[in-house]
Nanobody, 127 residues
Framework: QVQLVESGGELVQAGDSLRLSCAGS????????MGWFRQAPGKEREFVAA????????SYADSVKGRFTISRDNAKNTVYLQMNSLKPDDTAVYYC????????????????????WGQGTQVTVSS
């Protein structure tokens, strides 16, 4: 059974930093690109960042570029999202997801490219 478990979300103040983690099991995650998405109340789930299976290729939403960094440790089956200079607009439930197919050179940047999702972790940024 494939599982993704996010952690690290909490209530912080604007300008603070957080690091989210996503631990995977039930699949050889080192072969798959991974992504982070977020969903704020009343809004659709949106792409945040993605990383290729090697870690050599990354993509970011314009709204987080320069502030967020995605990385992975394949030995630990874990993907991270380092979030700096947080803003109230970053408040959302953050989800990690695993790409549908292995060995993708370029990670998908839409939710339709991912087939397994975690349960989400809440990030709240106060002003």
């Amino acid at each position: 059974q494939v599982q993704l478990v996010e952690s690290g979300g909490e209530l912080v103040q604007a300008g603070d930093s957080l690091r989210l983690s996503c631990a995977g099991s039930g699949r050889t995650f080192s072969r798959y690109a991974m992504g982070w998405f977020r969903q704020a109340p009343g809004k659709e789930r949106e792409f945040v960042a993605a990383i290729s299976w090697t870690g050599g290729s990354t993509s970011y939403a314009d709204s987080v570029k320069g502030r967020f960094t995605i990385s992975r440790d394949n030995a630990k089956n874990t993907v991270y999202l380092q979030m700096n200079s947080l803003k109230p607009d970053d408040t959302a439930v953050y989800y990690c997801a695993s790409d549908r197919g292995p060995w993708a050179r370029t990670p998908a940047t839409t939710r339709y490219g991912y087939d397994y999702w975690g349960q989400g972790t809440q990030v709240t940024v106060s002003s």
